[in-house]
């Protein structure tokens, strides 16, 4: 696996100071709105506020369990799971919910709801959830992703909270994918190029 790796984009220590610093920041907010709050040394609020954390499945399962172990506050965690890029393909296809793995209740309503994806690239899985939320009707919607790539579509769609800024490039590592593969790479890294086409070609044979 290690021999598939091009380049090492965000190595792991500057993630988890990322993480760690944006966890941060949504603790000070969620506080900050909570009637209770305490905004200035991050207690949880004593008459907590319903919050619900939803990760986007299953590239954003590393982000989140790392992001909520900094988040000191009563939560609870629904998931979601969206597929876009179906087996090894580098280039956004339609996104779709796959219920199977869904677990949303049918109201959201009284939630402040905090949707966590991994990746923000032409934003329509992004936008999906954020649609499918709505219709829940939660008290408030907000949307952290791990990376954005700074290409014009994904620039386009707002985010409250990102935790980098990357060049437009397929990466995988700490959750992201290729071909189901390299979630597990402690670092955010790009692939070389013949691994890339190695893994389109053995899909395009496998259909
Ligand atoms: P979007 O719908 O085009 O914004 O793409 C979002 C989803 O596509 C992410 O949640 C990822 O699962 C996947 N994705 C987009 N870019 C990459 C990448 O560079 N590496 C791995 N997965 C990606
Ligand atoms: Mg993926």
Do not use: W
Not at 45 to 69: E, H, K, W, Y
Not at 156 to 169: K, M, Q, S, T
Not at 178 to 185: A, G, H, K, V
């Amino acid at each position: 696996m290690q021999d598939d790796i091009d380049r090492v984009l965000i190595d792991r220590a500057a993630i988890a100071d990322r993480v760690k610093a944006l966890a941060d920041q949504i603790t000070g907010d969620l506080c900050a709105a909570a009637p209770d709050g305490g905004a200035g040394d991050h207690a949880p609020p004593t008459d907590p506020v319903n919050i619900t954390l939803i990760p986007i499945l299953t590239g954003s399962f590393i982000f989140a369990a790392d992001l909520i172990r900094h988040l000191p506050l009563l939560l609870q965690i629904r998931l979601l799971s969206v597929s876009s890029y179906p087996g090894a393909s580098t280039s956004p296809r339609q996104a779709r919910v796959r219920d199977e793995m869904t677990h949303l209740p049918a109201s959201l309503e009284g939630n402040h709801v905090l949707l966590l994806d991994d990746i923000l690239d032409s934003g329509q899985t992004l936008q999906m959830a954020i649609d499918l939320l709505r219709d829940r009707r939660p008290a408030s919607l907000h949307t952290a992703v791990l990376l954005r790539k700074r290409r014009p579509q994904a620039m386009a769609v707002p985010v409250d909270y990102v935790a980098f800024d990357i060049p437009d490039e397929f990466v995988v590592g700490y959750g992201l994918d290729f071909n189901d593969y390299y979630r597990n790479l402690p670092d955010i890294v790009t692939l070389k190029d013949d691994v890339v086409r190695r893994g389109q070609q053995a899909e395009q044979h496998a259909m």
